[in-house]
Structures are given as C-alpha cells and as structure tokens.
C-alpha cells in the first residue's frame, strides 16, 4: 500500500469512527451550518460534537500547519480528505470568514504571534470573524474608503462606516481596511484586527430584496484598536486585501464543478415540461454550464502547477456569476407560477424567488462584472488605458 | 488527467505552432490559392510538407507507420490551422478518414495508409444529404450485386471531394432511411465509374462536392468495417471530424481575436487608442472569458473521446456547439471592431469570419449540437 492510500484508509476509518450520523446528511439551510464563534448556538449536540472531535484532530482546517491549529496536510492530502469527506456524506465541522478569507490573508502576511493565537482561535471555532471592506461611497471603487485610524501613540481611535458586512451582528471580531494617511490612496489603507464588543462598534441588518440578509451595516464611533492588531505593514493594507479578493472571488465563481456537473434541463423537463422554446434555452444553457466547469476544472489544474494567469480568477468570477444568474432565471420560467409563492409550504418560504433575487448580487458583490472585465481587459489583454 | 498539455504535447504545439505561421499563413496558402483559383482549395507541396513532419499519419497506429496519437494532438494542429486559415485536407483525411480506416481490413489498410502517411493520398468523407447536417437519416443506398455493391444516390458539402483519391461514404445497405441499422461505410476510390462531381467554391474559398453516384460498382473488399452495422464507425467518424472541427474554430477564434486586439492597440480615433474605450474593452474582456471557456471544453471533450469514456459523446457535442458560438462571435466582434477595413478583402479579419460560416455547419452546426445535448442528457 502506498502512503497516499495509507492516509486515504486512515482518514476513511477515522471519519467513519467519529462522524456521527446526524452530520451525513445534506445542509438543508443556512441554519444548518456550523459557524462557530462565542454565541453560536449548536443546532444539536451532533453538530458540536463533530467540530470539537474535528478540531481537535487540526481537521477543520486540514491543510493549515499544525502549530496553528491545522492538521498539516499537504495538497495530495487535503485533496484525499475532501474526496474522503464527500465520500462518507460527511458535513463541514465548520465554516467560517476566518477560514476562508482571514485565514490565507494571516498565513501570507502575519506575524508568527498573530499566527499562533488568530489562527488557533478560529480553527478551534473559537472566535467567529467578519470582513469590513465596503462603504456606503466605496463599492466598485474600494480604494477611495474613508473610515478613518487617527493615530494615537499605542492605538489608533477609528471612525466611519462599513456596508455590506455580512454577519456582522454574529459575529466575533473583524477583518477591516480603514485609511491610516489621507494623502496616500493606495498605500494610505491598514488591515486591522478588532473586537466587535469594543465600545463604539454597532451593527445594523439590511433587508434585501429576496428578504431578510446576512448583510449588515456597521458603524465605528471613537473605536479604540492598539497597534498590535495590525496585519502586514503600516499602510499597506490594499497588498492584504487584494490578496483576499482572489481568493473570494474564486470562491464565489464556483470554480471546480468538475465533472460532477449535471445539467438542468434534465431536472426541469423531468416534471413533464413541454415547451420547445424553453428546452432550447435549457439545452443552450447546460452548454454554456458543462463548458464552464470544464474552465473550472482546467483553471485548478492550471494553479496547481503554477500556470494559470493571475488575474483568471477576476475571469471566472464574471462568467461564473454571469451564469448562475441565467440559471436562477431558467429555473423561474420553469416554475412558473409556483415558483411566484413567497410564503408558501410548496415553496419552503419562496425559496425559488428568493434564490433568484439574490443571485442578482452574485455579480456585484466582491468585485462587479463590469470591474472584473475592466481587470481582464487591463491585466490580461493590456489594452491601453484599461 | 489534468487539462493541460503534457510535455510531449507542448512540444508538438511549438513545433506546429512555427511550422504553420512560417509554412500555412494566410499569404502564402489561402490567398494564394484563392487568387490562382485553384482546382482544389489546398496546395499538394504543403500536404507532403504535413507528411514529413509526420503529421498526416498521427492517429493511425504505428503497425501501419502511424504515430498512434490521439484527439488532443489532432487538436493541436487543427487550432493551428484555424488560426492560420491554412485550406488542408487534415481534418477529412488524417483524422475522420484515418479514424474509420483505423479499424478497417488488412487490404483497405494497406490500399490506402501508406499514401495518407506520405502526403501523397487525400480523402474526402460523405455523410451529408440535403443542406444541413443530419446523419440520422441516409437515404444515399448500396444495393447487393454480385460479389459487391452497387452505389446510387447523391451526397452534398463533401468537402475536397473532387480532389480526393477516395471518397469514404456511408450508405444505406438495408432498411429505411431513418433507421439507426443497415448502414455501411464504404471506401470508394475515385475512378470508380458512374461517380459525377459538382464541386463548387464555397464562401471561405474551399471547395466542396456534391457527389452523385449512378451505380458505382463496388467490389466487398471497399467496405470498412461490418455490412449493415456501419453506425457505431460512423458514429466514430462523426465524433472525430465534430471535435476537430471545434478545434479547428479555437483557433480561428483565437486568430480572430489576436487580430483584434492588436488592432485596438494600434488604431487611433478622437485622438486615442481605440483600445482604451471601455465599450471596446469589456467587449474583448467578455470575448477573451468565452474563448477560454471554449478552449477548455474543447481540450476536455478530446480527453474524454482518447479515454473511451462514456461521457464523450455528449462532451463533444457540447464542445462543438460551444466552440461554433464563440467563434462566431469571436469573427463578428472582429469585423466590427476593425470598422470600415473590416469590410475589405484586403484585411484579413473578413476571411476568419467567411471560415467560420463553413466550419459552423461542417458536422453539425450548433443547434444541430444543443439538440444532441438535450437528447443525450435525457430531455
């Protein structure tokens, strides 16, 4: 047996050992997944008990080094404990901002104290963390952010307003670019680290168009943050944050559908469809949809080795958004009336609508299409001016 | 398999990608043979060219002196010479014919595969009845005579037809014309008697045929393949020469678009580079997103179809579909972009879009192909 499948039958008999069976069965809602943090409140005892006997192995962040809380896995590893989780049914142990998005920002450019004591915390689900980035001026044009440090010896006192902070009333702490020199754009931004208990921190929920959001608005009055709570240099912030956009917008683009892919006109002609316009519209779709999972699939083969364009990712952003929301749209003219219900048990509270309005902000949040072609255009084609 | 060229691939592409910019380009082939109006579409001296860089024998297996290569490799050199418009007989010859030659008898083998190898021999592949794609349905019938058939009926857009040393075709040898059974490919040599020949140039300056046979004889050993059990080699030929050609449209798209953007960087209006309008840049960003995309399932599809995977059929379909809508928007954007010299003959960017027209059709266009992926996916 070689040590690769050494490892895949280890991690199999452990899943199988410790995964309680109320965890392998699909995340049926939001409230289904396990965010971790000081108020969460477990769903159920099974739900704790999987991320307490996952983060005590480093699984919950499986290719993060063991000193920070990670089970040091390397990428043939992590890949087998994905391939071995989806096998056993087997939900996430947790989920979370600072996984995702803190997590790769502090690993590239904290220090080794941040490391330690941030990234333990957040694998263990101890601290639940979201991202400060947008203001109500500051949507497309993020550089131009005005929330602002005051300088003040051992701390900085911070004033202004965030937008579009999702769980901000859940959560823990902070992730937050706000301009600590006025005379610099660019390099006039620091990322810094905050408690959302901190005096003058509130937040306020933003209802949207599909209904209720985790989308906050978040207000800083006379916010006090010490200087240790910095990540990367002074200033230099912008370097950290678009680092992180990356790897959001990757995330959002839904890279890696691979060939698992399956196609939507088989699902909604199953019910007995009978209109030729819109089977050809579906047919029309799952073509553009297998084609761009195939974009996916090459785009991660790509960055395995180290040859995909660093700006592809603003590309599968835009086409992947693109395409989720004529999804929504094929699924709605499918649905017809029912899929009209706002409030029904047929439609599980409008589910449908619901969905279908909010893929509409697929294509605005973290980063607009009409800015990820700008990027593509500039980046990758170096068309003069872009 | 990742889906990315493996080194010995990346060193064809190189080797292919110099040989046809210096050897195929646009001046020195398709203009030239254009402008010489020129029988057959293609230059002779370029195919023995294709011979000794080893190319017109690469998916037959090395028993017949083949190189035993597969879809992706074709691929390589067919974006090649869409990017170059080099007219070819490649993709009828060295891919749809050598793939029903491939598992055809010793004789036909031996008859036909030393020439293809040499650059000496060009085929031509006959499914079409009518003006559009639909295989389904073949009405063209051998009937039983003697030791062997005889031939009758008509077959459209059978491209170098005319100039081909054999014309593979398929026939009905046995029920009715939509039957899935009782078809038969035959390899038919082109002084056979009774063979009538209109070729005529199409839009993208190649030349096509419409072939009438008036009771061709043909002896038993000209069959490929089983009598009456013709489908699954034609269904073969069909899925190499549909892969091919999107991956041939690849590369006039990829032409197209170089062409483009160089255009937008060079060409001045109002006192600025075109290239620095947004309404132009989010048009060649979205365009360059759709290209990858198409690349990418065009690389997948050959995978699958070198596989032997099940997925393929549907995956190939999807390619060409997915490639002839990218490509042709690819050569629209073009001509637009290039405004007024778009629309001379002198400028090259008109002749990516007059290929692609051709390309579009050949083996399906893609509606022919959105229809196929919503059969195949069960709906």
Not at chain 2, 53 to 77: F, P, S, W
Not at chain 2, 142 to 164: I, M, P, W
């Amino acid at each position: 047996m070689s040590e690769l499948e050494a490892f895949r039958a280890e991690i199999r008999a452990w899943i199988e050992a410790n995964c309680p069976a109320e965890m392998r069965t699909p995340v049926q809602g939001e409230d289904d997944i396990c965010w971790g943090g000081r108020n969460f409140v477990f769903k159920s005892a099974a739900q704790k008990q999987w991320m307490e006997v996952c983060a005590a192995k480093g699984y919950t962040v499986p290719d993060w080094p063991v000193a920070y809380g990670g089970a040091g896995m390397n990428p043939a590893q992590a890949k087998i404990w994905r391939e071995e989780m989806a096998r056993a049914g087997a939900r996430p142990p947790l989920s979370s901002f600072g996984i995702w998005m803190l997590g790769p920002a502090l690993l590239k450019f904290g220090t080794e104290e941040q490391k330690v004591h941030y990234l333990g915390q957040v694998a263990r689900g101890e601290i639940r963390w979201c991202q400060g980035y947008s203001e109500p001026g500051s949507g497309s044009d993020l550089v131009s952010l005005q929330t602002y440090g005051e300088d003040k010896g051992d701390h900085w006192v911070v004033n202004g307003q965030k937008i579009w902070t999702s769980y901000a009333d859940k959560a823990d702490w902070i992730f937050c670019l706000v301009r600590t020199d006025k005379t610099n754009t660019y390099q006039g931004i620091s990322f810094l680290l905050f408690d959302m208990t901190t005096p003058g921190v509130t937040t306020k929920p933003i209802k949207l168009i599909s209904g209720s959001s985790p989308f906050c608005e978040t207000f800083f009055d006379n916010v006090v943050v010490p200087k240790s709570q910095i990540v990367g240099q002074l200033n230099r912030g912008w370097d950290v944050a678009t680092y992180l956009l990356g790897h959001e917008r990757e995330m959002i683009s839904g890279a890696g559908g691979g060939e698992q892919t399956s196609t939507i006109g088989k699902v909604l002609t199953r019910n007995g469809l009978d209109d030729p316009m819109l089977r050809a519209e579906l047919a029309a779709f799952d073509i553009d949809a297998l084609a761009f999972a195939a974009m996916g699939e090459k785009f991660l083969d790509e960055i395995k080795v180290g040859k995909a364009h660093p700006a592809q990712p603003n590309m599968m952003k835009y086409a992947g958004t693109e395409l989720n929301k004529r999804r929504h749209e094929l699924l709605m003219a499918a649905g017809g009336s029912t899929a009209l219900e706002w409030e029904s048990e047929a439609t599980r509270g409008g589910a449908p609508s619901r969905s279908w309005l909010r893929t509409k902000a697929n294509s605005i949040e973290g980063g607009t299409s009409e800015v990820m072609l700008n990027v593509v255009a500039k980046r990758i084609l170096e068309l003069p001016g872009a | 398999m990742p889906l990315y060229y493996t080194e010995d691939q990346a060193m064809l592409a190189e080797s292919v990608t110099g040989f046809m910019a210096d050897e195929g380009g646009i001046k020195k082939q398709l203009r030239h043979w254009r402008d010489t109006n020129c029988k057959d579409g293609f230059g002779h001296g370029l195919w023995k060219q294709f011979a000794e860089m080893g190319l017109t024998g690469m998916l037959a297996a090395e028993a017949d002196g083949g190189l035993a290569m597969g879809h992706v490799e074709a691929g390589i050199v067919l974006a090649e010479i869409g990017r170059n418009l080099t007219p070819s007989p490649f993709l009828t010859t060295s891919v749809m014919g050598v793939t029903a030659l491939k598992e055809a008898s010793d004789d036909l083998r031996g008859r036909w595969l030393p020439g293809i190898i040499a650059g000496e021999t060009v085929l031509a592949v006959a499914i079409d009845e009518g003006a559009k794609h639909k295989p389904e349905k073949i009405a063209c019938r051998a009937e039983k005579a003697g030791n062997g058939f005889r031939l009758t009926g008509a077959k459209d857009f059978v491209v170098h037809g005319a100039s081909a040393d054999a014309i593979i075709v398929a026939a009905r040898t046995s029920g009715s014309d939509s039957d899935a059974d009782g078809v038969t490919l035959f390899a038919v040599p082109k002084d056979a008697a009774g063979i009538g020949h209109n070729a005529v140039r199409l839009v993208d300056s190649s030349i096509a045929s419409h072939v009438r046979f008036d009771g061709v004889e043909l002896d038993g050993s000209s069959v490929i393949g089983e009598v009456d059990g013709g489908r699954a080699m034609l269904n073969k030929v069909l899925s190499a020469g549909r892969i091919g050609a999107a991956a041939e449209q690849t590369g006039v798209g990829g032409g197209a678009f170089a062409m483009t953007t160089t255009y937008l960087k060079t060409r001045k209006q109002f006192g600025k580079l075109i290239g620095e309008f947004q309404a132009l840049q989010h048009r060649a960003a979205h365009l360059y997103s759709e290209l990858e995309i198409a690349e990418a399932v065009v690389i997948k599809a050959q995978q699958l179809l070198d596989g032997g995977s099940e997925r393929a059929e549907l995956m190939v379909s999807v390619a060409k579909a997915k490639a002839a809508r990218v490509c042709n928007l690819a050569v629209r954007e073009g001509v637009q972009m290039h405004g007024g010299v778009g629309m001379t003959d002198e400028y090259d960017i008109g002749l990516y879009m007059k290929r692609e027209r051709a390309l579009t059709e050949f083996m399906g266009d893609a509606n022919y192909h959105a229809e196929r992926v919503a059969q195949l996916s069960g709906y």
